[in-house]
């Protein structure tokens, strides 16, 4: 057996390199273009600079609902509706007569928020909730309503989900029935 030459195991190693500087220039260009795709959205439907929030969701209230607004060890019971840009409904629990409200915990580490989302009658479907749920719900009280715009890197990210494509702006509806103090 023959040892690799240096010449052949360099240009290998350029090769691989090479490839990975091309998968990041094209997620850096998907990511643009989700850019460019919200904020076309969030244009044409006149959404204001002022909903944004700091985790770089856009929350816009469409109901002041009432209380404390819920924090790190609550449980929250929430109606959801989740969308694509195009109006998609990719998941809801008040459609076909569903109205089962989820409950999120809302659990905090040092690094951002997250939460924990549980069924109450359904087991199977426990679950995490994406990052900007959660960070929506932070915003809200008891019989709020909410629409939040979330970017792929809080949503379902370079994968995408069932019935979202990677690198997808999704949008929530949200209305919160009940918080649960811990």
């Not at 309503?145 to 690198?167: F, K």
Request: glycine content about 8%; charged content about 25%; some cysteine.
């Amino acid at each position: 057996m023959r040892p690799f030459s240096t010449s052949i195991l360099l240009s290998f190693l350029i090769l691989l390199f090479s490839c990975e500087e091309n998968q990041l220039k094209t997620h850096q260009k998907r990511l643009e273009d989700e850019r460019n795709i919200r904020l076309n959205y969030i244009e044409e439907h006149n959404i204001p600079d002022s909903t944004k929030k700091d985790e770089g969701i856009y929350y816009i209230e469409l109901e002041k609902g009432t209380g404390e607004t819920s924090e790190s060890g609550d449980w929250v019971l929430v109606y959801y509706t989740g969308y694509n840009l195009d109006g998609y409904i990719f998941d809801s629990n008040v459609l076909n007569g569903r109205y089962e409200p989820l409950i999120v915990e809302l659990l905090t580490n040092e690094n951002t928020n997250s939460a924990q989302g549980y069924r109450i009658r359904n087991a199977s479907r426990s679950g995490t909730v994406v990052s900007g749920f959660a960070h929506a719900l932070k915003y809200m009280k008891k019989d709020g309503r909410a629409r939040v715009i979330i970017p792929s890197a809080l949503g379902y990210g370079v994968t995408g989900g069932s019935g979202i494509l990677p690198y997808s702006t999704i949008i929530f509806e949200l209305e919160v029935v009940e918080i649960r103090k811990q």
